[in-house]
């Protein structure tokens, strides 16, 4: 094969980059487990006795060297799927060992261990004392659950290179079921009785515990490894197991123990950066700060700490940390926020420009919420960012519907609201969320009927849709018609969102049309324990003076008003109780 000679540092780079990537392949198949597909390594000796174990090339024709080059294009395009099916094409017609290595490692990336394990297989059939060829073939059948092949292999490999990180072996095992991981674990087991000086085994073994959810065994096995040889990568297994395990207080000493022992390793860092900003710990803001000045220029710390910074108000250094963040992966997320600042500063033009610039989901249909605030007086503008957006993602088109039927309602244009429910519905009929927004539009329009068929076309598709049932259960309750089904319809949602003070006011009013006094004025203090309401308020009020309180009921009314200087409702039931004011 010399006249490939150009190709062959990019083979053997490509090879030694893909097998120490591993973890990027996800899936499994059936690898060959035949006994010629695996060659009994000799004893370790020296290099010139393992050439001389090698079956020697056969030359390749002018197509193959054809095919090859459409290999290395491929490869090179990212294709790696097209260049794992020519690679094995060789691979299966020719004995060249650069390209068994190839055909192996791109099968590995594209996650076809069936083919790894043939073309591993082959390539030990050209190499038998290659401690990579073993590696690979390890791989390839722990992924596919093989446990005779995978232990004669891992035994080889460890033969030939007693040191070998044996964890990275398991990338391939997250596709089996839990059955087959576990029958995984012997293998484990033996490889550690054999070579007993390899403590990358038993860590292994811990990973494939705390896959199989035995975190538990995992800890008390990571443990006992730790104890013989500890790293970075373990203490960071250990944290993940005591979270898993709810045991917060020692995760959160444990991730801080790990990033003092190791405070240049940035994979701790970020962890701990991750960990910190979700915690409840009152120094987690020292803590962002410290890692960010250790590792200023790690995306996930500086956005961790941004976000902390936000949540505290500080926006000065919330803005310049998400002003870094611009050119990483977290562009949207820096841009969304730094428009929220742009608001909290009041400089609309330029908040709308950074909402502008958020390009996809999750916080593209934030930002254009955002913006259909600070553009109100731009619908036109703010339409066509949305009518783009549903273009560009037609699954977020629900909500960026939603979104602009909002804006008009805002506007104090209710006819031009209900139109767009219409466009949207006729786009996504059924959809639940847009039908219960309609039909609170058409509440606040005394468009009943609509109202009732909205929602109860939700709740035939959801019948369990709690803020369905507590709107239909209140607008009848507040229409005084259909007490019975109302109250039925509202204990339902009380049910499914106890501690919810809308339900706990909508089952108050009910009562109270019903006449159960008492009841109703339980159940609305305890909405009011919960939310300031001018609605409550007035509800209470009515409850109180209808039992002849009518001091008690003067004062909340005055609250509703304190609360909401025109509430509609204090005002309707001033209105219909006949209460001079």
Request: charged share 20%.
């Amino acid at each position: 094969m010399t006249s490939t000679a150009p190709f062959r540092h990019n083979l053997l780079a490509t090879l030694m980059l893909s097998l120490a990537l591993s973890g990027c392949s996800t899936t499994a198949s059936q690898v060959d487990s035949s006994d010629n597909a695996e060659p009994q390594a000799s004893s370790p000796g020296s290099e010139s006795a393992s050439s001389e174990n090698r079956i020697a090339a056969t030359p390749l024709t002018g197509e193959s060297f054809y095919t090859l080059l459409l290999a290395e294009i491929a490869t090179n395009r990212g294709d790696f799927a097209s260049a794992a099916q020519l690679y094995s094409r060789l691979d299966r017609q020719y004995d060249d060992l650069e390209v068994a290595q190839r055909a192996t490692a791109l099968n590995q990336v594209i996650g076809n261990y069936d083919a790894m394990g043939e073309h591993a297989g082959h390539w030990l059939r050209l190499e038998p004392n290659s401690a990579e060829g073993w590696q690979a073939l390890t791989i390839a059948s722990l992924a596919n659950a093989d446990q005779v092949t995978a232990g004669r292999a891992l035994n080889q490999w460890l033969t030939l290179d007693p040191n070998a990180e044996v964890d990275g072996a398991l990338a391939g095992i997250n596709a089996l079921t839990g059955d087959e991981q576990a029958r995984l674990l012997p293998v484990l087991a033996e490889a550690e009785a054999s070579h007993p000086n390899n403590t990358s085994i038993g860590f292994a073994n811990a990973q494939l515990l705390s896959t199989l959810g035995q975190y538990e065994q995992a800890l008390d096995t990571l443990t006992a490894n730790r104890a013989q040889q500890d790293s970075p990568d373990k203490g960071l297994l250990e944290f993940r197991l005591l979270l898993e395990l709810n045991n917060i207080e020692q995760a959160r000493t444990a991730i801080s123990d790990l990033a003092d022992r190791y405070p240049n390793n940035s994979q701790v860092a970020t962890t701990y950066a991750g960990f910190a900003y979700a915690d409840s710990d009152t120094n987690k803001t020292a803590t962002l700060e410290s890692l960010f000045n250790r590792f200023p220029n790690e995306p996930v710390i500086a956005r961790a700490f941004a976000r902390e910074s936000f949540d505290n108000e500080d926006y000065d250094t919330a803005e310049v940390l998400f002003e870094r963040l611009i050119p990483t992966e977290y562009s949207d997320e820096a841009h969304y926020f730094l428009g929220r600042i742009s608001r909290i500063n009041r400089v609309p033009e330029e908040a709308a420009q950074r909402f502008l610039s958020v390009q996809a989901p999750p916080y593209i249909v934030s930002a254009l919420a955002e913006l259909s605030e600070v553009w109100q007086t731009r619908p036109a503008e703010v339409q066509q960012a949305l009518h783009q957006a549903r273009q560009t993602y037609p699954a977020q088109s629900p909500v960026l519907w939603r979104i602009e039927a909002d804006l008009f309602r805002r506007l104090g244009e209710p006819d031009q609201a209900m139109a767009i429910y219409g466009q949207a519905l006729s786009a996504h009929p059924g959809d639940t969320s847009l039908l219960y927004d309609q039909a609170l539009l058409a509440a606040n329009q005394g468009q009943y009927e609509l109202l009732e068929a909205n929602l109860t076309d939700v709740l035939e598709r959801e019948p369990d849709n709690a803020s369905a049932l507590n709107a239909l259960g209140y607008t009848w309750a507040d229409r005084n018609v259909n007490l019975a089904q109302a109250q039925r319809y509202i204990d339902r949602a009380l049910e499914q969102q106890p501690d919810d003070p809308a339900i706990q006011d909508s089952k108050g009013w009910v009562e109270y049309r019903l006449g159960n006094l008492i009841e109703a004025e339980r159940w609305l203090r305890r909405s009011l324990e919960s939310m300031e309401s001018d609605e409550v308020a007035a509800h209470l009020a009515a409850a109180l003076w209808a039992q002849g309180k009518q001091e008690e009921a003067q004062r909340w009314l005055d609250q509703a008003f304190d609360w909401n200087s025109d509430s509609p409702t204090a005002r309707a039931i001033i209105e219909t109780l006949g209460i001079d004011r």
